[in-house]
């Protein structure tokens, strides 16, 4: 499966900030078998994340696309509503466990809006934008998420066991 990571940072895009998020993602996703076949790092811009997700869903280039920051309650956070807009159906599961299992480990999870959906065959996480954050998240949907990939993709059938 090919995987796409889209990092939001206003900071990270102006070379300001180095981005620590978008590597554990990779790291990650390839110990699981993923090839990650996309990187982009940009600015906290709703119309330059939308375009970017809606472009690599409509090519075909990835099957997952992994987003990092930009969930939070900063006005220029927009990486949910970037999400939403280039989504053709919304899979609100997903980012419903990553908050739910993040409870666990702080009660600042609730703060986070992270959505998730599916536009063509390709499906959209987004997860937090602290290094730590991601890999709880990442590693908790991760083998769940193959499942879900490989119906979208015509490989499997139904959930029901």
Excluded: W
């Excluded at 102006?14 to 993923?34: F, K, L, N």
């Amino acid at each position: 499966m090919r995987v796409a990571v889209i990092t939001s940072s206003d900071s990270g895009y102006a070379g300001q900030r180095e981005d620590v998020s978008g590597p554990v993602i990779e790291e990650i996703v390839r110990a699981s078998g993923y090839e990650v076949v996309h990187r982009e790092l940009l600015p906290d811009d709703f119309a330059m994340l939308r375009d970017a997700m809606i472009r690599i869903c409509d090519e075909g280039s990835a099957d997952l696309v992994l987003t990092t920051g930009g969930t939070g309650f900063s006005p220029r956070d927009v990486m949910p509503e970037a999400t939403a807009a280039a989504a053709e159906r919304m899979v609100p599961g997903i980012p419903e466990a990553m908050r739910a299992y993040s409870m666990q480990f702080t009660k600042r999870a609730m703060l986070t809006r992270a959505a998730s959906g599916i536009r063509g065959r390709t499906l959209i996480v987004n997860l937090p934008g602290s290094p730590k954050a991601v890999r709880e998240c990442l590693e908790y949907i991760l083998p769940e998420l193959r499942h879900g990939l490989e119906i979208l993709l015509g490989e499997a059938g139904e959930c029901a066991r």
